[in-house]
């Protein structure tokens, strides 16, 4: 063999196994579709309220309660004392005879929106002055059950 063929031959079968494999690539499209159930909930909800009120007496007796909700984020909601209108920030009560007001302050400008953190919010209770309600003893007591709803 005459060296230039040789030569030739190994150069030849260097290229074939040099040379790199040819692959293929084939591709396809694919969507992710999420369905997210918006909620609230309470992580805490309103404790009980305790006033004290002696008859007649001159200034109102008052008392607060806090809550924690949590709503997902940009949901708006409303707190309200009804289920069915979630404008509701004010009930009335009357207990051994005197009459009260469980209230919450007015949500801020365009309503509550979630965060997706607990928030918290506030019921106040108050007895207005000079009533002199109702017992047949030297003090009673009494409690009323109230429902706080978180409407969204």
């Known amino acids: 063999m005459k060296p230039h063929r040789l030569l030739s031959a190994v150069a030849a079968c260097a290229a074939t196994f040099a040379s790199p494999a040819q692959t293929a690539t084939v591709s396809a499209s ?8 918006a909620a609230c909930k309470f992580n805490t909800g309103p404790g009980n309220v305790a006033l004290s009120y002696n008859a007649f007496q001159s200034s109102v007796a008052a008392a607060s309660s806090t809550m924690q909700v949590q709503c997902t984020s940009e949901l708006p909601y409303q707190i309200s004392f009804s289920s069915t209108d979630p404008n509701q920030r004010t009930a009335p009560g009357n207990l051994n005879g005197l009459s009260y007001t469980i209230s919450m302050p007015a949500p801020p400008t365009g309503g509550h929106k979630g965060t997706g953190a607990s ?8 007895i207005p002055a000079g009533q002199s309600g109702s017992c047949a003893s030297a003090s009673c007591q009494a409690s009323q059950t109230h429902t706080v709803y978180i409407v969204y």
């Open 119 to 126: 928030v918290s919010h506030t019921i106040d209770v108050s």
């Open 30 to 37: 694919f969507n992710v579709q999420v369905t997210l159930n």
